[in-house]
């Protein structure tokens, strides 16, 4: 069973400044198969990345995912005051299907 | 415009039952995996369990499999959830959502809150 590691738990940051989460899986897995979402309080999640780098439809380009093996990254590089906001990663496997890290609290 | 809208939600006690509707629209419905995640209330996103387009493979998590049962009517554009055997712990928002590419989800419903409670 693959386990995703968020880091860190929370990030405190101003408008402007650059994010950078962090998602580590505890086995080696397909960058295809690593997303990334953005949940606001009482809100649906909003699916920002799949395929590891590939943004979703109408996802400003502020966003960005990289990684491989077992480290994945979530940038923002600009903070705008709506990216405040929950970030998850996900994994899909065959066997585990959907897998989602704890979360990564993003604040001002 | 994708629209997926969960209904049947509620309080129960445990060990009762309940059942999940999701009325999908805005798109081809029975060409797509469908999944239902959960929420526990402050928690993070749990994965519940998955149904291919033509319901020829369904998986559950661990925490609920023998308990649940996932299904779908694609002539009425529609995914459901039965949940027997229910637990203190099963409460929480339940989301319909559309798998999309290399397993993401990329359309979610306002989610159906499940409250089991003696």
């Known amino acids: 069973e693959i386990v995703l590691t968020q880091s860190p738990g929370a990030l405190s940051l101003s408008l402007g400044e650059r994010a950078t989460l962090s998602c580590r899986a505890s086995q080696s897995v397909s960058s295809s198969y690593v997303a990334w979402y953005q949940q606001k309080p009482g809100q649906a999640p909003r699916l920002l990345i799949y395929g590891a780098s590939s943004r979703a439809t109408g996802i400003p380009d502020r966003f960005s995912g990289s990684g491989s093996g077992t480290d994945f990254t979530l940038t923002i590089s600009r903070l705008e005051p709506e990216d405040f906001a929950v970030y998850y990663c996900?994994?899909?496997?065959?066997?585990?299907?959907?897998?989602f890290g704890q979360g990564t609290r993003l604040e001002i | 415009e994708v629209q997926l809208v969960e209904s049947g939600g509620g309080l129960v006690k445990p060990g009762e039952s309940l059942t999940l509707s999701c009325a999908a629209s805005?798109?081809?419905?029975?060409?797509?995996?469908m999944n239902w995640v959960r929420q526990a209330p402050g928690k993070g996103l749990e994965w519940v369990s998955s149904?291919?387009?033509?319901?020829?493979?369904?998986y559950y998590a661990d925490s609920v499999k023998g308990r649940f049962t996932i299904s779908r009517d694609n002539a009425k554009n529609s995914l459901f959830l039965q949940m027997n055997s229910l637990r203190v712990e099963d409460t929480a928002v339940y989301y319909c959502?559309?798998?999309?590419?290399?397993?993401?989800?990329?359309?979610w419903g306002q989610g159906a809150l499940v409250t089991v409670s003696s």
């Open positions: 996900q994994h899909f496997g065959d066997s585990t299907r959907i897998t």
């Open positions: 149904i291919r387009s033509s319901s020829s493979d369904i």
């Open positions: 805005g798109f081809f419905f029975s060409s797509y995996t």
């Open positions: 959502a559309r798998d999309w590419r290399w397993g993401s989800v990329d359309s």
